[in-house]
């Protein structure tokens, strides 16, 4: 059975903190994927890699970083979280060829910035 | 860029009757287009895709799409749905670099 795995399902952090968001996959997937996702706005892109070492910003990457050493960690990092951060954080993995793929996603992250 | 539109962020609906999720898109590369499920508390998971070929597309719970060229039209339909179809739903655009642009997802409630 294929798995993404983030390592927390609830976090709570307080403002200013550095915060670091892990996510495992098993397949063996190029791709790699952060996501945040809010009521009303969808599952928006911060970052994504598509190899070890590399790393693309996608549409909300302020105030996050990431960091792929092994092609089976993606991890997100909030280098002083603020409350505006708070929200559920999706990792999701894909093949290489990407394009006509499935995505493979985690079970969510919650993170509360108080 | 590409872009995805839900109309609806919410749809009630009793069980056992039909139903219509919307989405429109926007796309400057190859379509390809996706619906995911997201049950509560869960992650996403794939429901039903579209790569190229017939139309309609289908999943194994009954749920099937029609891609809609002239109208860049993908909508999602069940002809009777149950009290286990509660879940947001949300519709994807492939985005070049292996990325996926979605909507901003449809609440589907179902009660008895």
């Known amino acids: 059975d294929v798995k993404v795995t983030q390592s927390s399902r609830y976090l709570v952090k307080r403002t200013g903190e550095k915060v670091f968001l892990e996510c495992v996959q098993d397949?063996?997937?190029?791709?790699m994927f952060w996501y945040r996702q809010d009521p009303g706005l969808g599952l928006r892109l911060i970052y994504f890699?598509?190899?070890?070492?590399?790393?693309e910003k996608g549409d909300i990457p302020e105030g996050y970083s990431v960091s792929r050493e092994k092609k089976e960690r993606f991890s997100l990092i909030l280098e002083s979280a603020s409350t505006n951060q708070t929200s559920m954080y999706l990792c999701?993995?894909?093949?290489?060829?990407?394009?006509?793929?499935?995505?493979?996603f985690g079970q969510g992250t919650r993170l509360t910035v108080v | 860029a590409q872009s995805v539109t839900q109309l609806d962020s919410q749809v009630p609906v009793f069980e056992e009757a039909p139903v219509e999720l919307r989405c429109n898109y926007s796309s400057s590369v190859s379509v390809y287009l996706f619906w995911y499920v997201q049950y509560p508390n869960q992650g996403l998971q794939l429901l039903l895709k579209?790569?190229?070929?017939?139309?309609l597309v289908e999943s194994i719970n009954g749920f099937e799409a029609e891609f809609n060229k002239s109208q860049t039209s993908f909508h999602l339909r069940k002809p009777s749905v149950h009290i286990s179809d509660t879940a947001e739903y949300f519709c994807a655009v492939e985005s070049g670099y292996s990325t996926l642009t979605f909507g901003k997802g449809t609440m589907l409630l179902v009660s008895p």
């Open positions: 579209y790569l190229s070929g017939s139309t």
């Open positions: 999701a993995s894909r093949p290489g060829q990407g394009g006509n793929t499935e995505a493979f």
């Open positions: 890699s598509y190899d070890v070492k590399m790393k």
């Open positions: 397949m063996d997937h190029e791709n």
